[in-house]
C-alpha cells in the first residue's frame, strides 16, 4: 500500500491562492484528515489529488509515482483512488447491490461470479446484508453513506479520498459513522486523506491531523499532539477549546499578567518578550479554602477569582472566573455536583504544566 507524498503544492485561482506551497506527507496505511475552517484549502487539496485539478507549482506523488505536477497531471481514472463525496452521489434507479457493483463493471479481469462475490463480501462488512436489493431512497442517511463507502471499498483502490463525508447526518448518526469509518480503516488499511472541517470527527478517526490555514499546514500531528501541544493560537483555538492569555515573561519560566504571575511549562522563554499562554479549561481546579496548603505544596499556580457565570450542562458546570488583580477572564470546567453563585469569591489551581507558551503567538 503506498503513501502519499506533496510536494510545494500550490492552486490559485485569479490573485487568491487556494493552497500555497503545501507539504504534507502521508504514511503507507495511514489515515490523515485535514482539517480547517471553510476556505482553508483542504477540498482543494483533495482535489488536486484526486487530479480534478491541475496545481500552479508543486508535485503530488503516489509512491514511486508522480501524479501531479505543473507540466502533467495523471488523469482520475489512471489514479488507482477512490472518492467519497458529501452528497453520497448514489444511481437512485439502482439497487444497493448495483451501486456498489457499479465500479466493478470497469475490472473486465473479473468474472459475474467474482464480482457478485465481492459485493455480497463488502455488503457484510458495512452491515447492509439485509438491505442488497433496496434503492437509496429507501435508506436512512446512515445507510446511504455506508453503501457510498461500500462502493469506493470494493473496487480495492490505493488511495482512498473522503470529502466531508458526514456533513448531512445529523448529529447522533454522525458520532456513530465516525467509529463506523475507523473500524473499517482498520479492517482494510487503505491510505486515506480525509476531509473535515469537525475537530471531533477528525480527531476520533485519524492516525494524525493536518491544521489547514490559508493552504498551508500550520501543524500536523496526532489528536493528542495538537490538543496537548498546540504550536500557535489558531491550532489552540481550533482544536478543543481553551483560553488564550497574554502576557509578558517576566522570567525564563513565569509569565505575568496585571495581577496574574503564571509559572508555566518552559523554561526556555525569552525575559521581557510577549508570551501567549493556552491553558484547557478541564486542566483548572477549582479548590475548597483547606486545600490550599495541599495545592501550594505541589506547586501549582494559586489565582484568586469571582463566578462571572455558571452554566450546568449535565455532565459538568461550565464556569467564566474573573481572575482577581487583572482583565483575565478564564473559562472553567467543573464538576457537576460543584454549584456556585454569580458573585461568589473561589480560588483556581492551575499546574504550570497545563501552561502552555505558544511558540507561534501570531499565527
Not at 70 to 87: H, L, N, Y
Not at 146 to 152: I, L, P, T
Not at 337 to 347: A, I, W, Y
Request: proline share 5%.
Amino acid at each position: 500500500m503506498p503513501g502519499v507524498t506533496i510536494k510545494g503544492l500550490t492552486k490559485r485561482y485569479g490573485d487568491v491562492a487556494a493552497v500555497e506551497g503545501l507539504d504534507l506527507q502521508v504514511k503507507p496505511g495511514e489515515l490523515v484528515s485535514l482539517l480547517g475552517p471553510s476556505g482553508c484549502g483542504k477540498t482543494t487539496t483533495l482535489r488536486l489529488v484526486a487530479g480534478f485539478l491541475k496545481p500552479e507549482a508543486g508535485e503530488i506523488w503516489v509512491g514511486d509515482r508522480c501524479l501531479s505536477s505543473p507540466i502533467t497531471v495523471v488523469p482520475p481514472e489512471r489514479r488507482r483512488m477512490a472518492m467519497i463525496f458529501q452528497s453520497y452521489a448514489l444511481w437512485p434507479h439502482m439497487t444497493v447491490a448495483g451501486n456498489i457493483a457499479y465500479g466493478l463493471r470497469f475490472k473486465k479481469e473479473l468474472s459475474k461470479a467474482d464480482r457478485e462475490k465481492r459485493v455480497k463480501e463488502i455488503l457484510r462488512i458495512v452491515q447492509l446484508e439485509l438491505s442488497e436489493s433496496r434503492y437509496p431512497g429507501e435508506l436512512s442517511g446512515g445507510q446511504q453513506q455506508r453503501v457510498a463507502v461500500a462502493r469506493a471499498l470494493v473496487v480495492e483502490p490505493e488511495i482512498l479520498l473522503l470529502d466531508e463525508p458526514l456533513s448531512n447526518l445529523d448529529a447522533n448518526l454522525r458520532e456513530e459513522m465516525r467509529f463506523e469509518i475507523r473500524r473499517l480503516h482498520e479492517a482494510f488499511g487503505i491510505t486515506t486523506l480525509y476531509v473535515t472541517h469537525d475537530q471531533a470527527e477528525a480527531m476520533v478517526i485519524s492516525d494524525r491531523i493536518a491544521v489547514l490555514r490559508g493552504g498551508r499546514a500550520v501543524q500536523m500531528g496526532t489528536a493528542e499532539d495538537l490538543f496537548q501541544r498546540p504550536r500557535s493560537r489558531f491550532v489552540a483555538e481550533f482544536i478543543g477549546k481553551t483560553n488564550l492569555v497574554d502576557g509578558i515573561a517576566t522570567e525564563p519560566g513565569v509569565v505575568t499578567r496585571g495581577g496574574v504571575r503564571l509559572r508555566v511549562a518552559s523554561a526556555d522563554l525569552t525575559v521581557g518578550a510577549p508570551v501567549a499562554l493556552s491553558i484547557r479549561p478541564h486542566m483548572i481546579e477549582l479548590v475548597a479554602d483547606h486545600q490550599i496548603g495541599t495545592v501550594s505544596a505541589r506547586g501549582d499556580n494559586l489565582l484568586r477569582g469571582t463566578v462571572q457565570r455558571a452554566s450546568y450542562l449535565g455532565d459538568a458546570v461550565d464556569c467564566q472566573i474573573q481572575v482577581e488583580g487583572s482583565d483575565v477572564i478564564l473559562r472553567v470546567v467543573a464538576p457537576p455536583g460543584l454549584r456556585f453563585r454569580q458573585g461568589e469569591t473561589v480560588s483556581l489551581a492551575v499546574a504550570p504544566s497545563a501552561c502552555i507558551p505558544l511558540v507561534e503567538s501570531a499565527v
